[in-house]
């Protein structure tokens, strides 16, 4: 219907909503233009370098420094358990007791026939004696003394071999009695009393471990090994000045072992199925935390990284092809930074590629900014919250955290296994 023709009231409302139209698309623009230029608000740590030791975790094993088996060396009878399972023993302490009595009856036995043996060469002593000045007079011949000389001589021999079947005979029923070898905890007994124990087939009885001091084997790869030396020489890292390489065991809940352990060697053969080789360090235990058999997570010193750039964990975006990047603030816009991560030292992570001394790098206020915008720096407080009413962090702001945050842990734990690779890529 032709705008003439409709009633005058009809006709303001429809100029009425025109001209509000108008005046909307009118405001648009700039009300665009104002929130283009707006400087979103983000907070950021200033990369300074710092010298830091740098560390490598790396799975370990708890092995006992004394590991004695308990076996029997004599057969018979069990008649005597002599020890409380699980507890402490010392050295030379008896444990078991074996039925000694036929041993006794074969150490008796023998010494008989050492008193028989000492007898017959007394005898054959005495005749080659008188022979020797028969002989002389030329009243026997001299095979018969020659003879005699040797019938002496054999008689003494069986002498010492009657010696040594008592020795052997006080030996037997001196296993009867089976002693603690070393000091230390005893576990389980694995016989009874009355059980028959065998010496033929060696017959373990029980097993005690020393666990005041235990060892730790590292494992490591090859590839490791060869970057960090590659790393030394390069000057990348240094080793401590003391020359000691520290070593720190880390336990199930995360919490440091209190004493810390001294590495005793590296590893000089590599094991052909894993391609790996064997590291050894002791540690005290005197609270017998550390356990034979346990698996453990080791940190050990690396070096010291003179020109270090730490920055904090949660600024580590992981891009959806597996790259680590950083937010980099530079001439007051943002953009993204790809970089090598070490490994995590106090909740930051050591970047060996990508940054430069004096970066600022975008910690909290991740949700409203992307490549290229405009952001107003603002310094980075730990635990302050994100910075301005906008400028969310990864975390806390009832949203699904950002890669970063979902594996702030990853960088750390990787580089407790690849840390040693990471300096040959700077």
């Not at 095979?143 to 005699?148: F, H, L, P, V």
């Not at 000389?149 to 009867?176: D, P, R």
């Not at 009695?177 to 005893?186: F, H, K, L, M, T």
Request: aromatic share 4%; charged share 20%.
């Amino acid at each position: 219907m032709p705008l003439f023709g409709l009633p005058y009231r009809r006709m303001v409302m429809v100029s009425s909503i025109a001209v509000a139209g108008m005046l909307a698309a009118c405001g648009d623009e700039p009300a665009q233009q104002n929130m283009s230029g707006m400087k979103v608000p983000v907070s950021v740590v200033t990369v300074q370098p710092t010298a830091t030791e740098v560390y490598a975790d790396l799975p370990g094993r708890v092995e006992a420094i004394k590991d004695a088996q308990i076996r029997a060396r004599v057969t018979g009878i069990v008649k005597e358990i002599n020890f409380q399972q699980g507890g402490e023993v010392k050295e030379g302490q008896l444990l078991f007791t074996i039925d000694p009595a036929p041993y006794e009856a074969e150490l008796n036995r023998a010494r008989a026939e050492l008193q028989r043996a000492e007898a017959d060469a007394g005898s054959a002593r005495l005749q080659a004696q008188r022979y020797a000045t028969l002989v002389k007079s030329n009243a026997i011949s001299r095979q018969e003394y020659d003879n005699a000389v040797a019938a002496s001589k054999q008689a003494e021999a069986a002498i010492a071999a009657a010696q040594a079947a008592v020795q052997s005979a006080e030996i037997n029923l001196g296993y009867t009695r089976v002693d603690s070898p070393i000091d230390g905890r005893i576990g389980k007994s694995m016989v009874t009393e009355g059980a028959l124990v065998s010496a033929q087939n060696a017959t373990q009885m029980a097993t005690v471990q020393q666990l005041s001091r235990v060892y730790v084997d590292i494992t490591r790869s090859t590839t490791q090994l060869s970057m960090l030396r590659k790393a030394l020489e390069a000057g990348i890292l240094k080793q401590a000045s003391n020359g000691k390489v520290a070593v720190q065991v880390l336990l199930d809940d995360g919490s440091a072992y209190p004493h810390e352990g001294a590495l005793l060697f590296s590893g000089v053969t590599v094991d052909p199925s894993t391609g790996q080789v064997t590291l050894r360090a002791e540690f005290d235990n005197p609270e017998e935390i550390l356990l034979p058999g346990m698996y453990v997570r080791v940190r050990v010193q690396q070096g010291v990284d003179e020109q270090a750039l730490l920055v904090p964990m949660q600024a580590i975006q992981r891009t959806p092809d597996g790259l680590n990047t950083l937010m980099v603030v530079r001439d007051g816009v943002v953009n993204p930074v790809a970089v090598a991560i070490g490994p995590e030292v106090e909740g930051r992570a050591l970047i060996y590629k990508g940054l430069s001394p004096g970066d600022m790098v975008v910690v909290e206020g991740f949700q409203k900014i992307r490549p290229g915008a405009p952001v107003q720096p603002m310094p980075w407080k730990p635990g302050a919250g994100p910075a301005g009413a906008g400028g969310q962090g990864a975390a806390g702001n009832g949203q699904a955290p950002s890669p970063a945050a979902q594996e702030g842990a990853a960088p750390a734990q990787g580089a407790g296994q690849d840390n040693a690779a990471a300096p040959a890529q700077g």
